[in-house]
């Protein structure tokens, strides 16, 4: 596991290889929140197969121990969600398939989650 905020472009160029080189059609990819915009970008700009649907989630309150998360939420609903969306790139958060990276925004005050912004699709 790496904190987001560590992805490196290497990481990036990994995870675009494992998904072009995968052999499943949908991909459901964990990220965590702080630059899932950024792979998402990457990945619209660089990733060569147009006949598979990437969803990527998170969670804006990190799994640790027995303190809640929204992580089982979202991986959830991208798992439910996956089935229903055609090829594409997409970002699963709080219920809410967002398609662009500006709208993959998380708006920090203090270190904490205020907002996420995103439209429903």
Do not use: W
């Amino acid at each position: 596991m790496k904190d987001s905020r560590d992805i490196t472009r290497a990481d990036r160029a990994l995870i675009l290889r494992t998904v072009d080189n995968s052999s499943c059609n949908k991909v459901i990819i964990t990220h965590g929140t702080y630059t899932i915009g950024q792979t998402l970008d990457y990945l619209q700009k660089n990733l060569k197969r147009n006949d598979q649907t990437i969803m990527l989630t998170g969670s804006m309150l990190p799994i640790s121990g027995f303190a809640p998360s929204d992580g089982p939420f979202n991986l959830g609903y991208a798992i439910a969600k996956i089935e229903q969306l055609p090829a594409g790139i997409y970002v699963c958060m709080n219920a809410n398939i967002l398609l662009e990276k500006k709208i993959v925004v998380k708006k920090i005050s203090k270190s904490k989650h205020t907002e996420f912004f995103g439209e429903n699709k």
